[in-house]
């Protein structure tokens, strides 16, 4: 059972930098795939990043790409989205997700998570 809490949210203006972070409380937290998803009101939670237990392989919506970077520090059992040229469009509630992975890859579809964050508000004003 993994409890995932999320933090470092906030508002910021349009091309500004914001860092989320999930910490995990599990201590097998390299044997979890790892992905942020986000909310904006009136739409679908779409995939942002997602990372593979290893973090060797990452993948990331278009729309975030160049832009955004995911990391996790297994140590720590915490997951990271660096956040880079913020643009309005980018706001919304994000969530970090985790799931027991058997093998080394990134896992794209939120219907496969099993374990999410409480959610952190970003919002980015133009």
């Known amino acids: 059972q993994e409890h995932l809490v999320e933090s470092g949210g906030g508002l910021v203006q349009a091309g500004g930098s914001l860092r989320l972070s999930c910490a995990a409380s599990?201590?097998?937290?390299?044997?979890?795939?790892v992905g942020w998803f986000r909310q904006a009101p009136s739409k679908e939670r779409e995939f942002v990043a997602g990372s593979s237990r290893s973090g060797g392989s990452t993948y990331y919506a278009d729309s975030v790409k160049g832009r955004f970077t995911i990391s996790r520090d297994n140590a720590k059992s915490t997951v990271y989205l660096q956040m880079n040229s913020l643009k309005p469009e980018d706001t919304a509630v994000y969530y970090c997700?985790?799931?027991?992975?058997?093998?080394?890859?990134?896992?794209?579809?939120?219907?496969?998570?099993?374990?999410w964050g409480q959610g952190t508000q970003v919002t980015v004003s133009s």
């Open positions: 599990g201590r097998t937290f390299s044997s979890y795939a």
């Open positions: 997700a985790a799931v027991v992975s058997y093998k080394d890859y990134v896992i794209l579809t939120y219907e496969e998570y099993d374990y």
